[in-house]
């Protein structure tokens, strides 16, 4: 008998951008919301608004643009 390894399928360019619109998400959380705190040089509500509104996003469109599924047959 012949196993057969399973297929391992590329990610096409809407998965690696959902991907990179998720690692976008993160590092504006970390740099806008988290920095804007820590440093306090802007008013924290201008920041907070900016960073929340661009992580939300960020991150719906890249949840969407990963979690597509794919024809397989």
Same mark, same amino acid.
């Given at each position: 008998?012949?196993?057969?390894?399973? &297929? /391992?399928? &590329?990610? +096409?360019?809407?998965?690696?951008? *959902?991907?990179? =619109?998720? +690692?976008?998400?993160? =590092? &504006?959380? @970390?740099?806008?919301? =988290? *920095? #804007?705190?820590? /440093? #306090?040089?802007?008013? /924290?509500?201008?920041?907070?608004? @900016? #960073? *929340?509104? @661009?992580?939300?996003?960020? #991150?719906?469109? *890249?949840?969407?643009? &990963?979690?597509?599924?794919?024809?397989?047959?």
């Amino acid at each position: 008998m012949s196993e057969k390894e399973p &297929t /391992q399928s &590329t990610p +096409d360019f809407r998965e690696n951008l *959902g991907k990179l =619109l998720l +690692d976008l998400a993160k =590092l &504006t959380f @970390a740099s806008l919301i =988290l *920095g #804007g705190i820590l /440093q #306090g040089k802007l008013p /924290q509500s201008v920041l907070l608004t @900016a #960073g *929340g509104i @661009a992580f939300v996003v960020f #991150g719906a469109i *890249g949840l969407m643009l &990963t979690s597509r599924k794919k024809n397989r047959r």
